[in-house]
């Protein structure tokens, strides 16, 4: 599981040929939670509130990079690409 950022006490990181829809996971505290890239819903899991919007915030900046990283992700041999954190 290959992270791919990481911000406030936040780790996010993709699976190599995951399932769809496009989607990555976000862990905080020992929780963890599946957002869908394209509309920033929770479809697994669970956060605290406050880290569900900076995860969310970060989904606006970033939607291209993640999308482009989901894809790779379902390549052999994929490379993920650090995507910059929420400051």
Do not use: C
């Amino acid at each position: 599981m290959p992270e791919i950022s990481r911000f406030f006490g936040i780790v996010i990181f993709m699976y190599f040929k995951d399932h769809l829809p496009p989607h990555f996971h976000a862990e905080y505290a020992g929780e963890e939670a599946q957002f869908s890239i394209e509309t920033g819903d929770i479809l697994a899991g669970n956060l605290p509130g406050k880290q569900i919007r900076l995860v969310q915030a970060w989904i606006e900046l970033h939607r291209e990079e993640l999308y482009l990283n989901y894809f790779e992700s379902q390549k052999d041999n994929a490379q993920f690409r650090k995507i910059r954190p929420l400051q």
